[in-house]
């Protein structure tokens, strides 16, 4: 009888008491001129086997309803075009929407354009399918409710603001577990607007969980402002996101696959575990970008791949001074940027037992990219592995900056920096510097228990430094270090050292070895100034076999100093100075040069 009714009739049916409804597979229309149903509070509705379709109303299109429960199974709903909100809408109670549903089509002006869920209310989806519905915000789900998505589909949805497929607002729990996004987006043509979220937007104190799932091809875009290609997570809250993948996404501005930004009074974060990001792109932060807004945006990044993505800086991670980004157990592989292959820091970072691989910069940091450009900054990088990273200005492996007005500090421990190189794109003339690592300004830095191998600096200009580059300014104190077969094409085979018009530079080594470094100034090292000072103290250290034309283990310069105390110099060569070449102030105490060889004058 309810089924006869629906089909004949001139206005919605409203429901008032406990019902089951069996459509059969029946199609209920609203003629594009009213609501199909409205269900009463404090009831218990179940409806399954129903195409509700063509709908009209200023919310709740197809259904609107204040039930204690609300079960949808087996139902379709298209073309509903509500004015403001969803061709399901949910004042009240809770809806299990499940067994292969489907909304398509369905258009709303403003929230939800197939299902909104009001505050206080609940929605489960299981197993349904969202095709091509649209809104301002949440082009399939809008929800300030809490919200439990199994097993959906969400195919080529679009918000003109927010949140493609789902935009979730306010205190929320919510939970997307092996579920499927493709192809939505945040999308507008209207100069000057912002959008956000091409698949799911969050904002506000939401605490969720996405797990098990799928983002392809999902984006935002506008020409103003747009962030977060598949999710972003914006004024507050705290996300996981866990077992997922996120391939070719892309936004217009930042995070091609995640963006992430604090209010002005709250942080935000976002923990990252066990995912892969794959040929995502963004101006900014190829995969992940985390902003802030006066509060601080943290992401921690554990046990996740990320390959081949692309951006103008961070080719896989970008983030601003006030964020923070831990990662651990996690692989960067071919991401490419200008700036930062992998990543750009211009906050506090930290990388425990990662490894970093083939990433490439056009200009700075192969690898990684980080400046102290608007406030101190701290990079502490243990237990990683750098190999074959490649940029074409400075850093092949990582590139640090102190811009002058803000503190600098970098610690890298256990670590392994393998066949990076620095080398100009295009034979370009330009100097390079550091084939593995960079450091500019007055940064102050330790390097311990590493091992340098293979790095290389290269230009037919001027290349220093083939495994480190220390220059204008700082201080760093390298221990315990090995440096073996690093070559550099014009100083400082495995570390060169250059001072600041009006900053002296300091470098401590202390129990390292150098073997088989090459460069024809400073096989091993080389100390330059630039009207300040470059001062070199080498302590209980070893070179061995370093070859140069100048300076076969060591080459400095007029307004350079070195001091060398318990060293072994061995079997090093050059053409002058088999072991040493001095232009500046030089003390030697207690060391041994032992068959080092000059072709020309001083043998040691």
Do not use: H, M, W
Not at 197 to 217: C, D, H, P, Q, R
């Amino acid at each position: 009888s309810v089924s006869a009714f629906l089909l004949n009739r001139s206005s919605d049916l409203e429901i008032d008491k406990d019902i089951t409804i069996d459509g059969n597979g029946t199609t209920v229309s609203g003629e594009k001129a009213y609501r199909i149903l409205t269900i009463a509070d404090g009831v218990t509705v179940t409806i399954s086997n129903l195409t509700f379709k063509n709908g009209n109303a200023d919310i709740g299109a197809a259904i609107l309803t204040y039930a204690d429960s609300l079960t949808i199974s087996a139902c379709n709903f298209i073309g509903n075009d509500p004015i403001n909100g969803s061709a399901l809408n949910i004042q009240e109670g809770n809806v299990i929407v499940d067994q292969n549903s489907l909304f398509e089509n369905n258009t709303a002006t403003e929230y939800g354009g197939a299902i909104y869920v009001n505050a206080g209310a609940s929605l489960t989806v299981n197993g349904a399918r969202f095709k091509n519905n649209t809104a301002t915000y949440g082009g399939a789900i809008y929800s300030e409710g809490n919200l439990d998505v199994n097993d959906a589909t969400f195919t080529e949805n679009t918000a003109s603001e927010g949140g493609g497929a789902i935009a979730i607002c306010g205190d929320v729990v919510y939970i997307i577990d092996a579920s499927t996004f493709t192809g939505n987006k945040a999308y507008s043509d209207v100069s000057g607007t912002c959008v956000a979220g091409g698949a799911i937007y969050s904002e506000g104190t939401s605490v969720g969980t996405i797990a098990n799932s799928l983002f392809t091809e999902n984006k935002a875009d506008s020409d103003y402002y747009a962030n977060g290609g598949a999710i972003k997570v914006q004024f507050g809250g705290t996300a996981t996101i866990e077992n997922t993948t996120f391939a070719d996404n892309e936004a217009a501005q930042n995070g091609g696959a995640i963006s992430v930004q604090a209010n002005v009074d709250e942080n935000c974060e976002v923990f990252i575990n066990n995912c892969t990001f794959i040929g995502n792109e963004a101006p900014a932060g190829g995969a992940i970008s985390a902003l802030q807004n006066v509060g601080k945006s943290i992401v921690i990044v554990k046990d996740s791949n990320f390959t081949e993505n692309a951006a103008g800086v961070g080719g896989a991670i970008y983030f601003d001074d006030l964020s923070e980004v831990e990662i651990t157990g996690t692989e960067f592989t071919s991401n490419i940027a200008d700036n930062g292959g992998a990543i750009y820091a211009l906050g506090d970072l930290e990388i425990t037992e990662s490894i970093f691989n083939a990433n490439e910069a056009a200009e700075d940091g192969g690898a990684i990219y980080a400046s102290a450009k608007y406030t101190d900054l701290n990079v502490k990088i243990d237990g990683s592995t750098f190999i074959e990273n490649t940029a074409a200005d400075a850093g092949g492996a990582v590139a640090v900056f102190e811009t002058g007005n803000y503190q600098l500090t970098y610690d890298i421990d256990d670590c392994e920096f393998d066949g990076n190189i620095v080398t100009p794109i295009e034979d370009r003339e330009i100097c390079v510097a550091g084939g593995a690592f960079y450091t500019e300004g007055a940064t102050v830095g330790t390097i311990a228990n590493s091992l340098f191998t293979e790095n290389k600096a290269d230009s037919d200009y001027y290349a220093n430094g083939g495994a480190i580059k220390v220059q204008f300014g700082g201080t760093a104190t390298i221990e315990n270090t090995t440096f073996a077969d690093n070559e550099a094409a014009q100083n400082g085979g495995a570390i060169s050292v250059q001072a600041n018009v009006d900053e002296n530079c300091e470098v401590f080594i202390n129990n390292c070895t150098f073997i088989g470094n090459e460069a024809p100034a400073g096989g091993a090292i080389s100390a330059l100034q630039n009207v300040g000072k470059s001062i070199v103290i080498v302590k209980d250290s070893n070179f061995t076999e370093n070859a140069a034309g100048v300076g076969g283990a060591i080459y400095f310069d007029d307004l350079s100093e070195v001091e060398i105390t318990g060293t072994e110099f061995t079997s090093n060569i050059a053409d002058n100075g088999g072991a040493i070449y001095a232009l500046g102030d030089l003390t030697v105490k207690e060391s041994n040069f032992t068959e080092n060889v000059a072709v020309e004058e001083g043998g040691a």
